[in-house]
């Protein structure tokens, strides 16, 4: 008896075999031995999550599962499974509405999932962004946004995502192009500037300019703008223009040079479009004193856009017509400062400090050298020269005076949302100052990062998530945005994933601090605690805390994991080894050895001295043993965090 056609939701997955059918014709038998090794992988894992074999049809297959999730695993199974084989497989997989009669499946939800695994790349598995919505707070994958994609007898154009976790492939930055049907320029990268004078000791004149012209064309909203901290890295290289954009993820590459004579500068610029075909797209000079160098990154600015078609809103119109004047003097202190903060030594924060109070006293309505002295004694106090109370009056004067002289500083506004959120624990404020960060610069890659951290204190961590990720497009050689994104992965509990983006950074930096601590964490949630033990041993002797390990090595033999922490702990509180350790850290300590009673004694004390780390109390998962103690939740509503603490991980309010 024929079944009558029902309608439901479900998750489809079609996969199919690259090149069978020259497989076949190449050697038949060969072939044939392929698909039933690949029929077998896909029947094993299509059974493991409870899926549903629809149909084969020759070397392909479509299966239908209940959820997303079982279907994502399923199609990753697969593909790590199929490495044995000599061949590479497509898999798309779409959730939605499908028909189902007589034991097959039809419908839109149907076409959708066969034409994303036409499009998808081998050994790749595209799926739709419905099927993300889905899973994104479930899964412990990473996905490489694609845009939205044009499918061959699909109306609307599908929100396409491909798996970007280690041994899959990535889409190419030309084939993404190709996909959304489009070789408009809306990406951009500035690399760093050649000097042309003789003298060397310009340099910090021709690298200020570079990171002058990468601010101003970083406030167009409509470009995605590579970081400076990442195009450095190709100062001197040799590598083709065509290897730099697919490194870098852009459509275009900003070269340039600059020669400096007394108080006369020149600069030569070419654009050169980096898709599809190399191609030489405008050049120019210009030629201005040194007194109108902002106009003159303001010209250069408008060209670059007026050429790539960009658009512009009313109000970054109207800030590129702006004229500027700086007085030369006192630009020069400023771009030498700035040469000097960059170095982040106790010697080079020093001599910048010099050099942007010499520039404020050359110029005392000069708004950027105000806030680079804030930065200075930020940095400062970040870097462990200085104590956090003694640096936040010198802090909140220079920044305040940089607002009162030119509101159209992004920076200012990033270093009054990390005091908002990391000293004064106003969450509010903080977010307004974020925000306002973005909108002057949406390219402040730093400013996202530590937004994303904001978000993630919140419970946000869906949003959170979205904008580290974007914080690492615009600066994806930049380590530290790497660490606090590791950070965010753990904070969503997305364990695997972090690790695998902190193990990535210690083999680039193999003392990184931030890339350490965070990875102890990660292996300590994951129940790993011989590498967490491990990682813990590790920072403490690239710190040179040759008695905290000796103590834990000691202590880890003697008793275990929680034994050796204990240990550490009550040293540091001690103090006998000369050194310095926070309430904070200890507190850290104590929850991952189990003792919740002397965890919440340092947490308290943590808070009495109001440790910039207490933002992280609601959402670290090392604090998962304390989430039921009456103390621990009313420190956080005191912190007004509470609320916040069982939010789902999708960000909902």
Known sequence: MKESPVKKVAAIMFTDIVGYTTMMGDNESRALEVLRKSRAIHLSNIEKQKGLKIKEMGDGLLAQFNSPLQALLCARDIQLDARSLSCKIRIGIHFGEVTVEDGDVFGNGVNIASRLQSVADPGGIFISGDVFNEINTECDIAFDHLGKIRLKNVKRPIETLAIADKGFPRTSRKRKKELLGSDSIDSIAVLPFQNLSEDP???????????????EISQISSLRVISRTSTLRYKNTTKSISEIGEELGVDALVEASVLRHKNKVRIQAQLIKTIQKEEHLWANSYDREVKDVLNMYNEVVKDITDKIDAKLTKAEAHHLDQTYEVVPEAYEAYLKGMFEWEKLSAVGLEKSLQYFSESTKIDQKFAPAYNGMAGVWLGKAQMGYLHIKDALPHIYENMYKSFDLDDHISESYFWRASLNVWIDWDWEKGKTSFEKAIQINPNLAVGRAYYSHLLAI???LKEALSEIELAIQLDPYNILIQSLYGMVLNYARKYQRSKNVLLNILEENHAHPVALSTLRSVYYNLGEFEKSYEIFNKSYLEKGRNKESEVLQASYAEGGYQNALTRVAELKIEGTDGTYSTPWQIATLYTRAGNKDKAIEY??????????????????PIFDNLREEPEYINILKQLNLYEFLNRKQDGSN
């Open 201 to 215: 000791s310009q340099q910090f004149f021709v690298d200020g300019m570079h990171d002058a012209l990468i601010t």
């Open 603 to 620: 947490i308290k004390k943590a808070h009495e001295i109001r440790d910039p780390n207490m933002p992280y109390l609601g959402i670290d």
């Open 458 to 460: 919140l419970g946000k």
